[in-house]
């Protein structure tokens, strides 16, 4: 999922809708506690 964002982002997206049952990969990415591996 945060590789699509990331690619969203770079073509120009800034304005998304998600849905994930993932609460854990919803709190880590809200809280931007990834690595960056670009």
Do not use: P, Q
Not at 11 to 33: M, P, S, T, W
């Amino acid at each position: 999922m945060l590789e699509g964002l990331h690619l969203a982002w770079n073509k120009g997206f800034r304005k998304l809708e998600l849905a994930c049952d993932n609460a854990l990969l919803v709190e880590i990415i809200l809280a931007g506690g990834t690595t960056d591996s670009s």
